[in-house]
C-alpha cells in the first residue's frame, strides 16, 4: 500500500526556518499532486501549498511570502521549506498525494501521519 511519511518538524524560533520533507513509498508510477497541509489545536486543516508534476504551485495567499514547496519526481518526494517562522505557523504539517498511480489503479487523498513543527521562543 502507498504510504506518505513527513520528517524535519520540530521546535524553532520565532524567524526561524524549517524544512519538511514527505516521502511516497510503494509501487507507484506517479503522483500527479502533492502537498502539505497543517492542522493547529482547535483549528480546522488548511492547505499550505501544493505542486504538480508540471511545477503549477497553489498555495495559501498568507504564506506565499514565506513557505516555498517544491519536489522531486525521481525521489517521489516533496519539501516545503518554511522561513520567517511565526508563532502562528505551529500546527501539525501533513503532507498529501492525489492522482497516485498504482499497478492498482489511481487514488487519491492519501495522507501521511503529520509532524508538529512549533514556533515558539
Known amino acids: 500500500q502507498v504510504q506518505l511519511v513527513e520528517s524535519g518538524g520540530g521546535l524553532v524560533q520565532p524567524g526561524g526556518s524549517l524544512r519538511l520533507s514527505c516521502a511516497a513509498s510503494?509501487?507507484?508510477?506517479?503522483?500527479?499532486?502533492m502537498g502539505w497541509y497543517r492542522q493547529a489545536p482547535g483549528k480546522q486543516r488548511e492547505l499550505v501549498a501544493s505542486?504538480?508534476?508540471?511545477?503549477?504551485?497553489n498555495s495559501a495567499d498568507s504564506m506565499k511570502d514565506r513557505f516555498t514547496i517544491s519536489r522531486d519526481n525521481a525521489k517521489k518526494m516533496v519539501y516545503l521549506q518554511m522561513n520567517s517562522l511565526k508563532p502562528e505557523d505551529t500546527a501539525v504539517y501533513y503532507c498529501n498525494a492525489e492522482g497516485v498511480v498504482t499497478p492498482a489503479g489511481t487514488s487519491s487523498g492519501i495522507w501521511g501521519q503529520g509532524t508538529q513543527v512549533t514556533v515558539s521562543s
Open positions: 510503494g509501487t507507484i508510477f506517479s503522483i500527479f499532486r
Open positions: 505542486i504538480t508534476t508540471g511545477g503549477i504551485i
